[in-house]
């Protein structure tokens, strides 16, 4: 069954919107972020899920296919599986420029308080 | 200054204590709200028995006879979604840049400009600490007075004119501070040459030998492997990963051997003009196809034969320098934040603390400073000071 998948990722993204929502500390934000992204992933690579199917492979299929047959038969959708890489590629890159800005952050205002970081000057 | 590192403690243990959070119930409702609406939407969502959709199977019929490849992901990240890759590789070359440029130390400037503000705590800390600091204004001195720049000019030629017979007494606190910052004075590589029986927390730089040992034999596997993955990326494999398990090889070098080890290797005069590198290739791959084939993205290489290194045409190279751009890029970023420096403003909060009871020693200090000119100067800032500080709490 992967409606469970889904509703997995669902719940994942719940907790981590709701990480982002309510705390008020710089890196559980952070946190709270890596666990809606991570939900994404789980949530695509469940929709690349056939059932009995194999991984979009052509090398050596099993079953004694050719190549050509397994192209036409049930596999794991390819076209998802590359949106899931450039999704996370994207999260490296969100969650390394966010933790860059929270130490500069945390230096300059000496908290990881998000409520106190209000001040406009310098 | 003696109350600093009382006020810092304090801090942390305001930190630890009451876990900060808010707005509990709005979050909960904008959750569930979310939750529901995403329940919905997944269960009307198609499931693992409904047939491919017509992208994937052109995909997987299209891999072989027009690729030459047996990886149909590689074909759409490299091939027919080229362009989607293409952008992705900028999005992380700007993440690249921008956590560079956010961790990169401050720059060195000309001149003597706010030195004595930016050197408050340590040059504190050891003129407390050492026994020959038998003038305590110099302290108070360091301290600032105000943020303002004019102030800042005030306090060094003051300290230009008075403290020339303190000039070497203030390299050598200098150096010690520096020594200090650097690992307490003593400098120990590996914790296998770390005493018996020596308090305290560790304060080497680098593992013990087993898993230096260790890290020695796996790290030419995974570089290996990583080149294979990038190089035979027709089985499952190509860029994305083998740049990902390049960057594991050099965090693993890194844990163990510590920081300066890997510093003067991972050097960013090496590792940036690699990157960017890596960006132009896949620059000129994707436009060579547009003047030559006539369409972006297009494969202009001849095809090798199926299940060789050459196999697939521009997706092998487009592939390589993915990879290149990659490891290098997350390399990048990942040693700009471990490097990122303490690079502290001036504490607030201890300087307020400070206003109130500085008054007499500071006024001291003056009254004693060799030219007793800036006197008056720095006693109406520094009552601006306060003034401005007050208003801020």
């Given at each position: 069954?992967?409606?469970?998948?889904?509703?997995?990722?669902?719940?994942?993204?719940?907790?981590?919107?709701?990480?982002?929502?309510?705390?008020?500390?710089?890196?559980?934000?952070?946190?709270?972020?890596?666990l809606?992204?991570?939900?994404?992933?789980?949530?695509?690579?469940?929709?690349?899920y056939?059932?009995?199917?194999?991984?979009?492979?052509?090398?050596?299929?099993?079953?004694?296919?050719?190549?050509?047959?397994?192209?036409?038969?049930?596999?794991?959708?390819?076209?998802?599986?590359?949106?899931?890489?450039?999704?996370?590629?994207?999260?490296?890159?969100?969650?390394g420029?966010?933790?860059?800005?929270?130490?500069?952050?945390?230096?300059?205002?000496?908290t990881?308080?998000?409520?106190?970081?209000?001040?406009?000057?310098? | 200054?003696?109350?600093?590192?009382?006020?810092?403690?304090?801090?942390?243990?305001?930190?630890?204590?009451?876990?900060?959070?808010?707005?509990?119930?709005?979050?909960?409702?904008?959750?569930?709200?979310?939750?529901?609406?995403?329940?919905?939407?997944?269960?009307?969502?198609?499931?693992?028995?409904?047939?491919?959709?017509?992208?994937?199977?052109?995909?997987?019929?299209?891999?072989?006879?027009?690729?030459?490849?047996?990886?149909?992901?590689?074909?759409?990240?490299?091939?027919?979604?080229?362009?989607?890759?293409?952008?992705?590789?900028?999005?992380?070359?700007?993440?690249?840049?921008?956590?560079?440029?956010?961790?990169?130390?401050?720059?060195?400037?000309?001149?003597?400009?706010?030195?004595?503000?930016?050197?408050?705590?340590?040059?504190?800390?050891?003129?407390?600490?050492?026994?020959?600091?038998?003038?305590p204004?110099?302290?108070?001195?360091?301290?600032?007075?105000?943020?303002?720049?004019?102030?800042a000019?005030?306090?060094?030629?003051?300290?230009?004119?008075g403290?020339?017979?303190?000039?070497?007494?203030?390299?050598?606190?200098?150096?010690?501070?520096?020594?200090?910052?650097?690992?307490?004075?003593?400098?120990?590589?590996?914790?296998?040459?770390?005493?018996?029986?020596?308090?305290?927390?560790?304060?080497?730089?680098?593992?013990?030998?087993?898993?230096?040992?260790?890290?020695?034999?796996?790290?030419?596997?995974?570089?290996?492997?990583?080149?294979?993955?990038?190089?035979?990326?027709?089985?499952?494999?190509?860029?994305?990963?083998?740049?990902?398990?390049?960057?594991?090889?050099?965090?693993?070098?890194?844990?163990?051997?510590?920081?300066?080890?890997?510093?003067?290797?991972?050097?960013?005069?090496?590792?940036?003009?690699?990157?960017?590198?890596?960006?132009?290739?896949?620059?000129?791959?994707?436009?060579?196809?547009?003047?030559?084939?006539?369409?972006?993205?297009?494969?202009?290489?001849?095809?090798?034969?199926?299940?060789?290194?050459?196999?697939?045409?521009?997706?092998?190279?487009?592939?390589?320098?993915?990879?290149?751009?990659?490891?290098?890029?997350?390399?990048?970023?990942?040693?700009?934040?471990?490097?990122?420096?303490?690079?502290?403003?001036?504490?607030?909060?201890?300087?307020?603390?400070?206003?109130?009871?500085?008054?007499?020693?500071?006024?001291?200090?003056t009254?004693?400073d060799?030219?007793?000119?800036?006197?008056?100067?720095?006693?109406?800032?520094?009552?601006?000071?306060?003034?401005?500080?007050?208003t801020?709490?």
């Amino acid at each position: 069954m992967i409606v469970g998948n889904y509703l997995a990722g669902v719940a994942l993204f719940c907790i981590g919107l709701y990480a982002v929502l309510t705390k008020r500390n710089l890196i559980k934000i952070v946190m709270g972020l890596s666990l809606m992204e991570a939900s994404t992933y789980l949530l695509l690579l469940s929709f690349a899920y056939r059932a009995h199917s194999t991984a979009p492979v052509l090398l050596n299929p099993p079953n004694g296919q050719s190549p050509a047959q397994l192209a036409q038969a049930t596999v794991a959708d390819p076209v998802l599986q590359n949106i899931c890489l450039t999704a996370i590629v994207i999260g490296v890159a969100v969650t390394g420029v966010s933790l860059a800005v929270i130490v500069r952050i945390s230096q300059h205002y000496r908290t990881l308080d998000s409520d106190r970081v209000r001040a406009l000057r310098g | 200054m003696a109350a600093l590192p009382e006020i810092e403690a304090v801090k942390i243990t305001e930190v630890v204590d009451h876990e900060p959070s808010h707005r509990r119930v709005v979050g909960l409702l904008l959750v569930a709200a979310v939750a529901v609406t995403l329940t919905v939407a997944v269960l009307r969502l198609p499931r693992e028995d409904s047939p491919l959709p017509a992208i994937a199977r052109f995909a997987m019929v299209v891999a072989l006879p027009r690729w030459h490849t047996t990886e149909p992901v590689s074909e759409v990240v490299y091939g027919t979604r080229g362009f989607d890759t293409f952008g992705e590789t900028f999005l992380l070359l700007a993440a690249v840049v921008g956590t560079t440029t956010v961790a990169r130390r401050r720059e060195l400037r000309r001149g003597f400009i706010g030195e004595e503000l930016a050197g408050e705590r340590e040059q504190s800390q050891v003129s407390e600490s050492s026994p020959t600091a038998d003038h305590p204004e110099t302290a108070s001195q360091a301290q600032p007075e105000t943020a303002s720049q004019a102030e800042a000019e005030t306090a060094s030629q003051g300290e230009a004119h008075g403290a020339q017979s303190d000039v070497s007494r203030a390299q050598s606190d200098a150096r010690r501070a520096e020594a200090g910052e650097q690992g307490s004075g003593h400098h120990i590589a590996t914790p296998d040459e770390t005493p018996l029986g020596t308090p305290g927390p560790e304060t080497a730089e680098a593992m013990t030998v087993v898993i230096r040992a260790a890290v020695r034999a796996v790290a030419p596997i995974l570089g290996i492997a990583g080149l294979y993955l990038v190089a035979w990326g027709y089985s499952p494999g190509g860029g994305f990963p083998a740049g990902a398990v390049l960057l594991g090889l050099v965090l693993f070098v890194y844990v163990a051997y510590g920081y300066r080890r890997v510093e003067r290797v991972i050097r960013p005069d090496v590792i940036e003009p690699l990157e960017l590198a890596g960006a132009l290739a896949i620059i000129a791959i994707e436009a060579l196809g547009l003047f030559l084939k006539g369409s972006f993205s297009a494969n202009f290489l001849p095809l090798g034969p199926v299940s060789t290194i050459r196999s697939g045409g521009i997706l092998q190279a487009f592939s390589v320098s993915e990879f290149v751009e990659v490891a290098t890029g997350l390399t990048l970023a990942i040693f700009g934040l471990l490097g990122m420096g303490h690079d502290w403003s001036r504490d607030e909060a201890a300087v307020t603390q400070d206003a109130t009871g500085r008054d007499a020693t500071g006024r001291d200090a003056t009254g004693r400073d060799a030219t007793g000119r800036d006197v008056t100067a720095r006693d109406a800032t520094g009552r601006d000071a306060t003034g401005r500080d007050a208003t801020d709490e």
